[in-house]
T-cell receptor, first 114, second 113 residues
Framework: DTGVSQDPRHKITKRGQNVTFRCDPI?????LYWYRQTLGQGPEFLTY????????KSRLLSDRFSAERPKGSFSTLEIQRTEQGDSAMYLC????????????FGSGTRLTVV | TQLLEQSPQFLSIQEGENLTVYCNSS?????LQWYRQEPGEGPVLLVT?????EVKKLKRLTFQFGDARKDSSLHITAAQPGDTGLYLC?????????????FGTGTQLKVEL
């Protein structure tokens, strides 16, 4: 297993465009999380899945953000009509279902909206 | 909302010095984790503490979970340049939440030769 993979690593887009990010978690991990991080700050929770079910979505997440995890495997995060304030590192992590297990993070997708 | 405040926010020290980073909250956590993050990469798990008062050691790093499970500290002995990075504490709530972690505000450590 090669860990959690995120694609792309970097994305530059014009304001108003839609972008989609992909995350491939560790195959045995039932839970998948999306976080957003700005420079020098701690990651901020966006949403999480248990298998294919999206169980929680942050109230900070606007309707322009949507995430899916079809078949409980990889996940996608889409941002519609991007704004400059969306510029951040988008991190995906996965973990086992039970117990206080730590997350395994991917390397993130750095989004820059110009 | 569970908030985790870390202090100090920034720390710049010389190689060989000792340091302590603090992670404080008014909320109780079922477990607390520490991560280290390098620029352009995702955080990497260092340790998980579960029991109040628990102390764990990882080479030159010592982690402690507060007795009331509301706070934690990370102590580094004889810091080295390779310890440079963003240190993050993260807590899992006691009321379920699917092991969702709330991350602290981060401590940026720079160790110079």
């Amino acid at each position: 297993d090669t860990g959690v993979s995120q694609d792309p690593r970097h994305k530059i887009t014009k304001r108003g465009q839609n972008v989609t990010f992909r995350c491939d978690p560790i195959s045995e991990h039932n839970r998948l999380y999306w976080y957003r991080q700005t420079l020098g700050q701690g990651p901020e929770f966006l949403t999480y899945f248990q298998n294919e079910a999206q169980l929680e979505k942050s109230r900070l997440l606007s309707d322009r953000f949507s995430a899916e995890r079809p078949k409980g495997s990889f996940s996608t995060l889409e941002i519609q009509r991007t704004e400059q304030g969306d510029s951040a590192m988008y991190l995906c992590a996965s973990s086992l279902l039970q117990g206080p297990y730590g997350y395994t993070f991917g390397s993130g997708t750095r989004l820059t909206v110009v | 909302t569970q908030l985790l405040e870390q202090s100090p926010q920034f720390l710049s020290i010389q190689e060989g010095e000792n340091l302590t980073v603090y992670c404080n909250s008014s909320s109780v956590f079922s477990s607390l984790q520490w991560y280290r993050q390098e620029p352009g990469e995702g955080p990497v798990l260092l340790v998980t503490v579960v029991t109040g008062g628990e102390v764990k050691k990882l080479k030159r790093l010592t982690f402690q979970f507060g007795d009331a499970r509301k706070d934690s500290s990370l102590h580094i002995t004889a810091a080295q340049p390779g310890d440079t990075g963003l240190y993050l504490c993260a807590g899992a709530g006691v009321t379920g939440g699917g092991n969702k972690l709330t991350f602290g505000t981060g401590t940026q450590l720079k160790v110079e030769l």
